[in-house]
């Protein structure tokens, strides 16, 4: 199957298919961003398709509608609408693959992109020919050698007057910056390609070293990762391997810096992505969805402690008893003999029980206790319990375990304080 836009590489790959005999189908997306225009161009596809006997798959999309539900960027919701669509034809009519009409100035561009951006050495790999389940046969043809060709075939296409525009970062760099360089460097795009094809040599090489780093290193406990921090603090080069590690979460070069020193951070402490974090806990880096509440649990395996978690700072500390103690929903004192190490700072379960301060040493569900308490049903979703040794210690804002109160005679306390993050 090929896509088709009506512009002129996809229309000599289109060319090119059938005159080899080769057997196809063409998809063609209209994106309904240029109006007309955008209908001129599945027009020239259809006629295409009907003077060749090809059998011809189109679409129209509300592009802008669907970036205005997602929050995304109008090309790259284009390109979500189109390969998704793409894929699901594949399976309808079982296709082998899709091809598409890149060729070396846009592998070129891509490549400058990725560089620019920052990238690992995945970045630099271009454009791949072949991903499993789109090719891209026009890779060894400059965009010059297409055009050329198209002239002297009498292939008809259509300009995309978008392409003109310097409103997309590719454009820009298309009509600013390769201009530039080919000044500098005749033949640049054609070099720039050989030396892409010796990059995506060296990634298998470097891959195969990669994964081997992943496997020693990373360790899954349910939705969470753990990295050890002794081990990672004695891999060189440490920065490479960091990026390798956790870009797959959403983390970027610029964040390196911030990564490493995790490595020496105190419990607590940790760097953001769009989608993920990641904590120090101790002896570990841990990798956690964004909002560290969806972890499974955080460990806190000394003091003093700082954990930030859904909109609240947790401060542990170890202090002598002080002459008043004063308590309240967000700051408390427990004995220091209830508090083995490590801690568990999580959200409450159902079936949780515990044996609430000022009640008489009678157990009582956490669940009841909320419900007592007139506790919002949204509300009830964000409450943290501090445990020790599966004991509950303190169902955080509200209860301290009568088992933990602080007795006459005690040198020592353990003192919790939540703060609201503003």
């Not at 919701?77 to 296709?95: C, G, I, P, V």
């Not at 970045?123 to 060709?149: C, E, S, T």
């Not at 990295?227 to 440490?238: A, N, T, Y």
């Not at 210690?393 to 503003?422: F, H, N, T």
């Amino acid at each position: 199957m090929l896509a088709v836009s009506g512009g002129i590489d996809s229309m000599v790959l289109a060319h090119l298919f059938h005159s080899s005999g080769i057997s196809f189908a063409v998809a063609h997306c209209n994106f309904g961003l240029r109006g007309a225009a955008s209908d001129a161009d599945e027009d020239l596809v259809r006629a295409w398709c009907a003077a060749n006997g090809v059998t011809l798959h189109a679409v129209r999309f509300d592009t802008k509608a669907s970036a205005a539900a997602w929050k995304t960027g109008t090309q790259e919701t284009a390109r979500k609408l189109r390969y998704d669509w793409f894929a699901s034809l594949m399976q309808e009519h079982n296709y082998a693959r899709v091809a598409t009409a890149h060729h070396a100035d846009d592998n070129a561009e891509t490549f400058l992109i990725n560089v620019f951006r920052g990238t690992g050495l995945h970045g630099l790999h271009g454009i791949l020919p072949d991903n499993g389940k789109v090719i891209r046969p026009l890779l060894f043809a400059g965009r010059y050698q297409i055009k050329a060709f198209a002239e002297a075939q009498g292939i008809v296409w259509r300009e995309d007057e978008s392409n003109q525009s310097d409103d997309y970062l590719r454009n820009a760099i298309r009509h600013r910056l390769v201009p530039e360089i080919g000044s500098l460097f005749p033949g640049f795009v054609s070099t720039l390609n050989d030396n892409i094809v010796r990059f995506r040599e060296a990634e298998l090489l470097y891959n195969t070293a990669v994964e081997k780093e992943r496997k020693n290193l990373i360790e899954q406990r349910g939705a969470d990762f753990y990295v050890p921090v002794r081990k990672l603090k004695k891999r060189e080069p440490l920065s490479t391997i960091c990026y390798e590690l956790f870009s797959q979460f959403g983390f970027s070069t610029a964040q390196l810096p911030d990564i490493t020193g995790l490595l020496e951070a105190e419990t607590g402490r940790y760097v953001a992505s769009a989608t993920h974090r990641i904590i120090k806990d101790r002896d570990f880096l841990v990798v956690t969805t964004h909002a560290v509440a969806d972890t499974d649990l955080i460990h806190i395996h000394e003091v003093p402690a700082v954990i930030e978690t859904e909109g609240y700072r947790y401060r542990f500390s170890m202090q002598d008893v002080p002459d008043v103690l004063k308590t309240n929903e967000d700051e408390v004192y427990l004995s220091a003999s209830a508090a083995t190490f490590p801690l568990v700072l999580r959200r409450w379960r159902t079936g949780d029980y515990f044996y609430p301060f000022g009640m008489g040493m009678k157990k009582k569900k956490v669940s009841r206790l909320l419900i007592d308490m007139k506790v919002p049903l949204h509300e009830k979703e964000h409450v943290w319990v501090v445990e020790s040794r599966g004991r509950i210690l303190w169902l955080a804002g509200y209860r301290v375990d009568e088992r933990c109160r602080v007795m006459p005679g005690q040198q020592q306390v353990l003192k919790i304080e939540r703060k609201a993050i503003s």
